[in-house]
Every structure is written in structure tokens, then in C-alpha cells.
């Protein structure tokens, strides 16, 4: 049973920027396909980015259109950690931001929810 922690949310004023860690236990983040996912406020979830596990086409990665060229999903095998570096934050950005882990190596994002998931960190962009 992989347990996944996040931490490094908070306020932030736009523009600024963020790096969200997610601890991992149980598993190592290398063999498992890694996601950061976000929930706003009356929004439904969705996808920022993903990466396949580190086996699985070197790690390829997916952002999602809103967060291109703006975040940076990256994996540090030695302290078993995802992260997501965001930068140059909108109000846009704010939510709820999950780590999420699949067993499904070559994952990246999808409709089905993944395998095991974080309690989440609040992130919010003040304009």
C-alpha cells in the first residue's frame, strides 16, 4: 500500500511561485506512474500533470493545456518524492493539489481515478 504526503502549498501572490512535494512510503515513485491533479472550489477534478514511471519511456510527461510551459513535474528517486514546480501563478491556479501514484506504469492521466491518492495541499493565488 503505497501512502502518499503533500506538502509546500500555501498563499502566494500571482506570478509568484510554488514547489509541491510529495512524499512517498510503501513504494517507490519510480515504479509507479506519478500525477498532481487539482480541485477548485464547485470545479471538478482534473489533470496538471503526469509522468510515466521511470522504466516506462524515461518518464514521459503530460501537462494539461492551462499549465504549460508554467509547471514542471519531476521525480527525485533518491529521496522517493514527486514534486510539481509551479511558476508565474494565476488566481486561476488555486485549489486543492493531490498526488496521486497508478500500478498502470504507462499511465498518464485519464478518466479512471488512480490507484492510490494524498490528502492534498491548498494552493491559492491571490491577485
Known amino acids: 500500500q503505497v501512502q502518499l504526503v503533500e506538502s509546500g502549498g500555501g498563499l502566494v501572490q500571482a506570478g509568484g511561485s510554488l514547489r509541491l512535494s510529495c512524499a512517498a512510503s510503501?513504494?517507490?515513485?519510480?515504479?509507479?506512474?506519478m500525477g498532481w491533479f487539482r480541485q477548485a472550489p464547485g470545479k471538478e477534478r482534473e489533470i496538471v500533470a503526469a509522468?510515466?514511471?521511470?522504466?516506462?519511456?524515461?518518464?514521459?510527461?503530460y501537462y494539461g493545456d492551462s499549465v504549460k510551459g508554467r509547471f514542471t513535474i519531476f521525480r527525485d528517486n533518491a529521496k522517493n518524492a514527486l514534486y510539481l514546480q509551479m511558476n508565474n501563478l494565476k488566481p486561476e491556479d488555486t485549489a486543492v493539489y493531490y498526488c496521486?501514484?497508478?500500478?498502470?506504469?504507462?499511465?498518464?492521466?485519464?478518466?479512471?481515478?488512480?490507484?492510490?491518492w494524498g490528502q492534498g495541499t491548498q494552493v491559492t493565488v491571490s491577485s
Open positions: 496521486a501514484a497508478d500500478k498502470a506504469r504507462w499511465r498518464l492521466g485519464g478518466t479512471d481515478p488512480y490507484d492510490y
Open positions: 510503501g513504494g517507490t515513485v519510480s515504479s509507479y506512474a
Open positions: 509522468m510515466t514511471a521511470s522504466s516506462w519511456n524515461n518518464g514521459r510527461t
